[in-house]
């Protein structure tokens, strides 16, 4: 069970593998990007892996070293119950992607949050925007050149905080005493 | 003259008055009673038919993948429980799983016996709320009440063990923060006692009753590859009929050993969810049980050196074990570089961790494959073709918390 | 002897006092819950910790009808536009509450997302710290904010008003409410 799924991988599409291991488990594949929907589509429909179900799409930045991105997918069966990683690498200079969308339904919104976080655009995706932040945002904040805190906000927010007990009492002791309240 | 009123009578035709019959958009906000959380959805209304739905989510996104890039790897349990915060210790253990796969070690038998035992705990608070919940927004009062005192039971006895009542941090990376009390069989004994009588009760009040079955049946209704197709897991694929449950088909912790049966439902709809929420119930009860009969004392945390720290003593005795103290706790755990994605049963469904490290104290990338994210970019399925009122029962039913949502 | 025999037919009071006692034993509250403090919220307002018995007991879901905003976890710069209309549709007489450290002053998520406090978009009246905080404290802090309630001037609201006469008077410059005297 572990080499089947890399086999079936290797042998349908030799040209398209550049590596392959199966460390801690987890099979996983090192793929070019040109035929990924066409292997997606293959695990998706032959009956001896039928990987209906995919789990995850993320990507990872390594910022130092070149190619600085990476797509990983992680597809599943539920009939034979084996999973098996995709890694595509990505250049900073051409980010982009096939989209699945047409594949699986969950691959909607699993690239729009890939796109929000890292900047990676999926093509014939018909609806990229951002999903977990607003429009306004700008930037990519899981990239590792984004700095933590930079924050962007959206309504003007007060200069200073205020101790609203002091600010109660200066407006309090500042007001012209009425009739009965002598302290 | 009654010829003029007959006249003018006929030339008043109500039919050919410009009705104004476009869609309505209706924004059910992101501050609304029913959104467990904060989701906001945009319906366009045909008289109380929803023609389409927009769904967004979002709006507490607190960043949680940036900050655990900023922090190391023990430091990162605190966020973890602010995850799925009705079941955290759930979402503590997968956390732990994934690092103790990347490292490489293994714990002890009773700290797998104690994380399956607390695990199952935490869902039944999970499900007791989500039940409960769903009941309070379908106006059936006393459930929520009966629900809650349920969940206040189960607090008692997290608190007992680990200090706190909601967000615990009770997993370590090999082991545990403590052992269970002395007197922890007595009060589950009690707890678990009072636990059957609330499920008793709630289900007189629930499964039966004429006005909630209408409500739940039949609306909401997702077929199973639709399901898959969406990435559904945990009580809605189970309610369409598969029988996939991340503790059967991939045993971790103890799973393998205990005796549970999974609820399966049949038609897809939000009474079956109900339903398989409260089977899994009993079943928690069942696996609690177990878990407290057959295990033995022993160490509950691994004696790995890289990875715990030293007993006090040696720390403030000996050169050796104040460095090594300082080390683990300064630097963070030296994890070996490596990827890898493992996968627990949380509450909602599949909870998958893609943990990525480069070797130092801190993890290079941690990414959270949170099931309600993925059912919200489904939901759409369910409630188009819908009533608007039927919004409500579907959305409690699929339990979707905001902080596993948004991250 | 109840205490209908031993009060007389007419009592004498400050109307501030009389104003002050019925607002705060009938305040109608406003949850705006987000995160993991909703549920420490609901399990004050259910019935082990009860917090019906203070007189805070209806949740009314729109902020017409309310006077009491709770602000209860994280408050995102996505939500934050939302909270700043919801806390202008309130009808004064109206107090907020900060519930929970996230609330309060960011909590422990200091980052790109999250607004580091509450107060940086709507006045405060009252702050929890905790994360989240136990029912005892939430009750605590209703009880704190009752005897704010209790003593404040009835007539807080018309310091525009006030303000406008004691500049046309020319007494004292008025201060607005929220900047500090420089």
Same mark, same amino acid.
């Given at each position: 069970?572990?080499?089947?799924?890399?086999?079936?991988?290797?042998?349908?599409?030799?040209?398209?593998?550049?590596?392959?291991?199966?460390?801690?488990?987890?099979?996983?594949?090192?793929?070019?990007?040109?035929?990924?929907?066409?292997?997606?589509?293959?695990?998706?429909?032959?009956?001896?892996?039928?990987?209906?179900?995919?789990?995850?799409?993320?990507?990872?930045?390594?910022?130092?070293?070149?190619?600085?991105?990476?797509?990983?997918?992680?597809?599943?069966?539920?009939?034979?119950?084996?999973?098996?990683?995709?890694?595509?690498?990505?250049?900073?200079?051409?980010?982009?992607?096939?989209?699945?969308?047409?594949?699986?339904g969950t691959?909607?919104?699993?690239?729009?949050?890939?796109?929000?976080?890292?900047?990676?655009?999926?093509?014939?995706?018909?609806?990229?925007?951002?999903?977990?932040?607003?429009?306004?945002?700008?930037?990519?904040?899981?990239?590792?050149?984004?700095?933590?805190?930079?924050?962007?906000?959206?309504?003007?927010?007060?200069?200073?905080?205020?101790?609203?007990?002091?600010?109660?009492?200066?407006?309090?002791?500042?007001?012209?005493?009425?009739?009965?309240?002598?302290? | 003259?009654?010829?003029?009123?007959?006249?003018?009578?006929?030339?008043?035709?109500?039919?050919?008055?410009?009705?104004?019959?476009?869609?309505?958009?209706?924004?059910?906000?992101?501050?609304?009673?029913a959104?467990?959380?904060?989701?906001?959805f945009?319906l366009?209304l045909?008289?109380e038919k929803v023609l389409k739905c927009?769904t967004?989510?979002?709006?507490?996104?607190?960043?949680?993948?940036?900050?655990?890039?900023?922090?190391?790897?023990?430091?990162?349990?605190?966020?973890?429980?602010?995850?799925?915060?009705?079941?955290?210790?759930?979402?503590?253990?997968?956390?732990?799983?994934?690092?103790?796969?990347?490292?490489?070690?293994?714990?002890?038998? %009773?700290? #797998?016996?104690?994380?399956?035992?607390? /695990? *199952? $705990?935490?869902?039944?608070?999970?499900?007791?709320?989500g039940?409960?919940?769903g009941?309070?927004e379908l106006?059936?009062?006393?459930?929520?009440?009966?629900?809650?005192?349920?969940?206040?039971?189960?607090?008692?006895?997290?608190?007992?063990?680990?200090?706190?009542?909601?967000?615990?941090?009770?997993?370590?990376?090999?082991?545990?923060?403590?052992?269970?009390?002395?007197?922890?069989?007595?009060?589950?004994?009690?707890?678990?006692?009072?636990?059957?009588?609330?499920?008793?009760?709630?289900?007189?009040?629930?499964t039966?009753?004429?006005v909630f079955v209408d409500r739940m049946a039949g609306t909401g209704v997702i077929s199973q590859d639709m399901a898959i197709s969406y990435g559904y897991t945990g009580p809605v694929l189970r309610s369409t009929g598969l029988n996939y449950?991340? %503790?059967? #088909?991939?045993?971790?912790?103890?799973? /393998? *050993? $205990?005796?549970?049966?999974?609820p399966i439902g049949s038609t897809g709809d939000n009474y079956d969810r109900y339903l398989v929420r409260m089977?899994?119930?009993?079943?928690?009860?069942?696996?609690?049980?177990?878990?407290?009969?057959?295990?033995?004392?022993?160490?509950?945390?691994?004696?790995?050196?890289?990875?715990?720290?030293?007993?006090?003593?040696?720390?403030?005795?000996?050169?050796?074990?104040?460095?090594?103290?300082?080390?683990?706790?300064?630097?963070?755990?030296?994890?070996?570089?490596?990827?890898?994605?493992?996968?627990?049963?949380?509450?909602n469904g599949?909870?998958?961790?893609?943990?990525?490290?480069?070797?130092?104290?801190?993890?290079?990338?941690?990414?959270?494959?949170?099931?309600?994210?993925i059912m919200m970019g489904g939901v759409h399925k369910l409630i188009e073709g819908g009533l608007l009122s039927d919004i409500i029962p579907t959305f409690d039913t699929i339990n979707m918390?905001?902080?596993?949502?948004?991250? | 002897?109840?205490?209908?025999?031993?009060?007389?037919?007419?009592?004498?009071?400050?109307?501030?006092?009389?104003?002050?006692?019925?607002?705060?034993?009938?305040?109608?509250?406003?949850?705006?819950?987000?995160?993991?403090?909703?549920?420490?919220?609901?399990?004050?307002?259910?019935?082990?910790?009860?917090?019906?018995?203070?007189?805070?007991?209806?949740?009314?879901?729109?902020?017409?009808?309310?006077?009491?905003?709770?602000?209860?976890?994280?408050?995102?710069?996505?939500?934050?536009?939302?909270?700043?209309?919801?806390?202008?549709?309130?009808?004064?007489?109206?107090?907020?509450?900060?519930?929970?450290?996230?609330?309060?002053?960011?909590?422990?998520?200091?980052?790109?997302?999250?607004?580091?406090?509450?107060?940086?978009?709507?006045?405060?009246?009252?702050?929890?710290?905790?994360?989240?905080?136990?029912?005892?404290?939430?009750?605590?802090?209703?009880?704190?904010?009752?005897?704010?309630?209790?003593?404040?001037?009835?007539?807080?609201?018309?310091?525009?008003?006030?303000?406008?006469?004691?500049?046309?008077?020319?007494?004292?410059?008025?201060?607005?409410?929220?900047?500090?005297?420089?």
């Amino acid at each position: 069970m572990a080499k089947k799924l890399i086999d079936f991988v290797q042998n349908k599409f030799a040209s398209e593998v550049l590596d392959a291991h199966s460390r801690l488990g987890n099979d996983t594949v090192t793929i070019k990007r040109e035929k990924l929907v066409e292997i997606v589509r293959t695990l998706r429909d032959d009956p001896t892996t039928k990987m209906n179900y995919l789990r995850t799409i993320t990507a990872v930045d390594y910022l130092p070293r070149q190619p600085r991105f990476e797509l990983v997918y992680v597809l599943y069966s539920m009939t034979h119950k084996h999973m098996l990683i995709l890694r595509v690498m990505l250049e900073e200079a051409d980010l982009s992607a096939p989209s699945l969308h047409t594949l699986y339904g969950t691959a909607g919104w699993q690239e729009r949050e890939v796109w929000d976080m890292y900047g990676i655009k999926f093509e014939g995706h018909p609806d990229l925007r951002r999903v977990l932040l607003y429009e306004e945002f700008e930037g990519h904040p899981l990239r590792k050149d984004y700095l933590k805190q930079a924050s962007q906000p959206r309504v003007e927010l007060l200069a200073r905080e205020r101790d609203s007990v002091e600010e109660y009492n200066i407006y309090v002791n500042d007001r012209p005493s009425s009739g009965s309240r002598d302290e | 003259m009654a010829q003029d009123f007959n006249d003018s009578f006929d030339s008043y035709d109500p039919i050919d008055q410009d009705i104004n019959n476009e869609p309505m958009i209706l924004q059910m906000g992101p501050s609304h009673p029913a959104t467990h959380g904060t989701v906001r959805f945009t319906l366009t209304l045909e008289g109380e038919k929803v023609l389409k739905c927009e769904t967004e989510v979002g709006y507490l996104h607190r960043g949680f993948e940036k900050e655990c890039e900023a922090a190391t790897w023990t430091q990162v349990f605190p966020y973890t429980d602010r995850l799925n915060y009705v079941s955290p210790l759930l979402n503590n253990f997968g956390y732990a799983l994934a690092v103790e796969k990347l490292l490489g070690i293994q714990v002890p038998e %009773r700290c #797998d016996w104690i994380r399956t035992l607390m /695990g *199952e $705990v935490s869902r039944l608070s999970d499900h007791l709320t989500g039940i409960g919940a769903g009941a309070l927004e379908l106006n059936a009062m006393t459930a929520f009440l009966y629900a809650i005192e349920g969940r206040e039971l189960v607090w008692d006895l997290i608190e007992q063990v680990t200090g706190a009542r909601l967000t615990v941090s009770y997993g370590r990376v090999g082991g545990l923060k403590d052992d269970l009390t002395a007197d922890f069989a007595e009060n589950w004994k009690y707890v678990r006692s009072r636990l059957m009588e609330i499920y008793e009760m709630t289900h007189k009040l629930l499964t039966r009753n004429r006005v909630f079955v209408d409500r739940m049946a039949g609306t909401g209704v997702i077929s199973q590859d639709m399901a898959i197709s969406y990435g559904y897991t945990g009580p809605v694929l189970r309610s369409t009929g598969l029988n996939y449950d991340v %503790r059967k #088909d991939h045993p971790y912790f103890k799973y /393998g *050993e $205990v005796d549970f049966d999974v609820p399966i439902g049949s038609t897809g709809d939000n009474y079956d969810r109900y339903l398989v929420r409260m089977e899994e119930l009993r079943q928690s009860i069942r696996i609690i049980d177990q878990c407290l009969a057959n295990m033995k004392p022993g160490p509950i945390n691994t004696d790995d050196p890289r990875v715990m720290l030293p007993s006090k003593e040696r720390v403030y005795n000996s050169i050796e074990g104040m460095i090594a103290h300082f080390k683990i706790i300064f630097e963070g755990l030296q994890v070996p570089p490596g990827e890898v994605y493992s996968y627990t049963e949380a509450g909602n469904g599949e909870l998958g961790f893609y943990i990525v490290s480069n070797g130092t104290g801190k993890p290079w990338k941690i990414h959270v494959r949170s099931p309600s994210l993925i059912m919200m970019g489904g939901v759409h399925k369910l409630i188009e073709g819908g009533l608007l009122s039927d919004i409500i029962p579907t959305f409690d039913t699929i339990n979707m918390i905001g902080g596993e949502c948004d991250k | 002897m109840g205490l209908e025999h031993q009060l007389p037919e007419v009592i004498t009071t400050r109307l501030e006092s009389v104003v002050g006692w019925a607002r705060k034993h009938s305040l109608f509250q406003y949850p705006f819950v987000t995160a993991c403090c909703g549920m420490e919220y609901m399990a004050t307002a259910a019935a082990r910790y009860d917090m019906a018995r203070f007189g805070a007991e209806i949740p009314r879901f729109s902020p017409r009808q309310a006077d009491l905003l709770w602000v209860v976890g994280t408050i995102n710069h996505k939500l934050a536009p939302f909270l700043r209309r919801i806390h202008e549709q309130m009808a004064e007489p109206k107090w907020v509450i900060a519930f929970g450290v996230c609330a309060s002053t960011g909590g422990f998520y200091d980052n790109y997302a999250t607004v580091q406090g509450i107060d940086k978009i709507i006045p405060v009246d009252a702050y929890i710290p905790g994360c989240p905080p136990r029912p005892e404290q939430i009750i605590d802090a209703l009880l704190k904010l009752q005897d704010k309630i209790a003593v404040e001037p009835w007539d807080k609201y018309a310091y525009e008003e006030k303000k406008r006469l004691r500049e046309e008077e020319g007494i004292i410059p008025a201060l607005p409410l929220f900047q500090r005297p420089e």
